[in-house]
DNA sequence: AATGAATGAGTATTCATTCAT
DNA sequence: CATGAATGAATACTCATTCAT
């Protein structure tokens, strides 16, 4: 009986397998430069057994983000379900995000790359769209937040709350950008979380309202 | 003598002909899908004169930002030249690298590549460190704006000018590449330049003293 | 008892549906392009299973030939025992192999197939001897008429009967290939059994003994 | 100035010593397992090289029947123009197209798998189309001739022209199909050239009038 | 008897780069 | 200075075939 569960365990767990090495190969050289050779050396699986996990190398690649996009929707949700004041929250959601993206340096390299309408073209439908609703998904939880805020009277409500989500957003990724070329020190930073704290006090100053 | 002349003029030429093919070759298909041959054909010439003016395809690929930095840099330079206001110099200054790179896609996902460790090494050592030293110009530019602006009171004085100018810097490269993914739109940005704007007074208001 | 006999009838059967999937997938594309996966999803059934009935795809293949030669052996025999003229039962025979022919096309490739030196190699003996059989069979069918005719004086005695058989033969798998190319009206041929029915004629008067 | 004129000559003789080894390995193997590997070590090439003078596998391909196509013409441009009774004529055309295909076995399988539709999808329109004109030039010629041998009543006039010529070809190229497959012997048939002349006999006397 | 899973050995095609001229 | 011609080294993807169960 057990039997087909555990079968259907191991199978899980050679895609996350193959999933963990694809990570790590294209972690250190990019999308193109990667080779299903050099991921199925580090698997110990012939290139033809990946193939029974994924269609193509762009799925491949692709997949790894969207495993990724399901933890930091998760790990979102618990920022925002924190009984904190506003600011808090906040600060809570930017640390989860940069903390993930740190974390999971792939995610934001692959993000964008998804982001590049050549790119969707040759990725899998059924990922395209997963990938896309945990996207909105995200921005949607955020834009709640910051709507939450504007009607606290915290939040400037001179723009649209979307809009400042983006802007938060974008400004996030360019900042952790920094760190992910690894070159940060060169540029004089050297505690990067000392550099991400100021950042956030950057940016939450600029999107509270003058005189709160 | 004029002849010598003549020659040196026609190479310079060559050279900002070949530089011009690749970068609307390189800004279509990004670095790894561009082909040498279809610079070779946009330009009119052989491959092999290619790399008569440049070592390898990754040189006259960063060879591109190289050019574009000059433009930036002097751009930049206008901006702080100009005699108005400090909060105008600022959005002088963000207006013209946010316009630059607009103009020049290219610049953008090349100092990007440029930026990190594994391309680095494939670089040959002149550009990258011309290309090194042009970056560090503009960030010292702009570090002495903001150490002007905390001088007079107008910056927050509790962070470093330079972690001011590399906040500032990254944010806004966080905003231009929302635009350069081409898919500013879909997120329900339609009038990008309101965008930049609105994400402007984001960030000068995060930067100001409060209270002033 | 009742339960062998019914495993027995059961495994004959499977056999005939996987040939009969094989012979799908086979004439549709061609040997090479043809793949196994294609076939055992066909059947219904997993690629291993098939191994376990054919050795290798090239069995497959040829095996199918082999049971459409069972097929037209039994044919000929029928046109041959037919009550008729001599003429009338040369017409029959003609009829006869080109109709099953055209109702199995892959008839004819496969034969071909086997014919040649290269893919004997591989093919396993006891099929190669059995197709062999069952060609000379069919080839000593249709000599014997064809002495039958000598000897009445109706075909032309100038010829080995064995000659006769063979050129009959061949010029027939000729016009054949016509049709089964796919082509035959592009080359003006819009009733092709008519064209049929004009070679037969063609053919049998060139066969006859001139003067008869 | 002769500089030129060699260039042009090395590259056309390049061009026909790959035709030339393409021509052995497909001939062995035929197209599917044959391999661009096994092409280039034979013309002592590397792999790219030939594909500076082909477009791909399947161009290298029919280029070969293309190239053996203007020889058939040619030859039976002189069969036709020689100064012979009609009769004689059928006998040199038929030679004439059975020699060339012995000497140029591969000129028959290619020529099939241009005839059909799936192959004709992968080759270059340009190739294609030459072909063609080869081929409906030829069986031109022999219409002609055909035409000619009814009006002057030595053909049977019961069937059209084209009927004929098709007839014609098909039987031939059946005929032909024997000796392409390297088991004629196998069949009897130790003297190939006789079988030819016989199987003309049958043929030629098949298409005359009945009486003349 | 049947199969899910795995793989060795290909396979056509591409591309940056380099000589010989 | 410029280039036609050539190539080494990849590179994603495929497929007949085989185990372990």
């Given at each position: ?5 555990r079968?259907e365990?191991?199978k899980l767990?050679?895609?996350?397998d ?5 990570r ?5 050289k990019?999308f193109?430069?990667?080779t299903?050779d050099e ?7 012939s290139?033809p057994t990946?193939?029974l996990?994924?269609d ?35 600060r ?7 903390e ?5 340096p792939e ?14 073209q ?5 990922i ?10 995200l921005v ?10 504007i009607e606290?009277?915290?939040a400037r ?13 974008r400004m ?11 070159r940060a020190?060169e ?25 709160s």
């Open positions: 009986m057990g039997i087909a569960e079968k365990r191991e767990q050679r895609r996350r193959i999933l963990e090495a694809a790590n190969v294209f972690s250190e990019g193109q430069p990667a299903m991921i199925a050396e580090k698997v110990e699986l290139k990946i193939y996990y994924f193509s190398k762009e799925d491949l690649y692709t997949s790894i983000a969207l495993e990724d996009s399901y933890k930091v929707v998760e790990r979102l949700k618990e920022s925002l379900a924190s009984d904190v004041g506003l600011v808090e929250k906040w809570s959601v930017f640390l989860a995000f940069v993930h993206c740190m974390e999971n995610y934001v390299s692959i993000s964008q790359h998804i982001l590049a309408p050549e790119s969707r040759r990725v899998s439908d059924h395209l769209e997963e990938f896309d609703n945990h996207t909105h998904e949607g939880y955020v834009t709640q937040l910051v709507e939450e805020s606290k009277g915290l409500d001179d723009l649209p709350p979307r809009t400042i989500t983006l802007i938060a957003w996030t990724v360019g900042l952790l950008e920094l760190y992910l070329s690894g020190t540029f004089g930073v050297d505690d990067y979380h000392e550099f991400l704290e100021n950042a956030f006090d950057v940016l939450i100053n600029g999107l509270l309202q003058r005189g």
